[in-house]
């Protein structure tokens, strides 16, 4: 019982019903017997039945949750041979995921920002400190990397601008934004995601509930 959502167990947790309705309740979050390919399998179908077949206002905001870069223990069997090979199967999912936005008639007024909530075990080079941040967007400068200190507030100040409202304290109303990271000479040339190195992952064996219901009585992290 452990489809679609990676979940063993439910949780009774009170939710705000516009959250309840903008939720994608099938959607797996934090579990790492889930591959982010099936998470994108997931975000794909509910993508689709609401904003491009079932004609849903398409919300200023989305939030989607990759958290396989995360990394756990090798699992060859179930096609992570390594720890990076975790990594690949999020660059995998996030690569699908850019394929098909940007193919979507949402793209041509889309920002898209990709970071990660911590470094883990792939530390920066110059400091532990920084992790990775994208831009990707029509409006983003292609093949730039700015010099600016940005930070997690540094995206919720960007956030806020782009959709008009004020800043929620004094952190992110001091951040630097990311404005530096965008032209205004758009390029709507949509994203062609790269195959993936089976040698590092197998998707085939990643996907659905092999994994998940295998090790679903074991600790969802390890």
Same mark, same amino acid.
């Given at each position: 019982g452990t489809e679609p959502t990676g979940a063993r167990l439910p949780v009774n947790v009170p939710m705000p019903q516009p959250l309840f309705e903008n939720t994608a309740r099938d959607f797996p979050t934090f579990n790492m017997n889930v591959s982010d390919t099936y998470r994108w399998q997931q975000f +794909? $179908? *509910?993508? $689709?039945?609401?904003?491009? *077949?079932? $004609? +849903?206002?398409m919300p200023g905001f989305l939030n989607i949750y990759l958290p396989n870069d995360h990394m756990a223990g090798e699992r060859p069997e179930d096609g992570y041979p390594y720890r990076p090979s975790f990594v690949? *199967?999020? *660059?995998?999912? &996030?690569?699908?995921?850019? +394929?098909? &936005?940007?193919?979507?008639?949402?793209? $041509?007024?889309?920002a898209i920002i990709v970071t990660e909530d911590d470094a883990q075990g792939g530390l920066d080079s110059v400091d532990a400190h920084r992790s990775l941040l994208m831009v990707i967007s029509p409006y983003a400068k292609r093949g730039y990397a700015t010099r600016n200190h940005t930070s997690i507030a540094s995206i919720h100040k960007t956030i806020n601008l782009l959709l008009g409202i004020p800043p929620l304290n004094q952190y992110d109303a001091a951040a630097c934004d990311l404005r530096e990271a965008f032209t205004d000479k758009p390029d709507f040339t949509p994203y062609k995601c790269l195959p993936i190195d089976t040698r590092i992952f197998d998707e085939r064996k990643s996907l659905r509930s092999k994994a998940v219901s295998k090790k679903a009585g074991q600790r969802l992290d390890d």
């Open positions: +794909e $179908k *509910d993508f $689709k039945a609401r904003y491009l *077949d079932g $004609k +849903e206002p690949a *199967d999020n *660059d995998l999912a &996030l690569g699908r995921m850019i +394929e098909m &936005l940007s193919n979507s008639p949402y793209w $041509k007024n889309m």
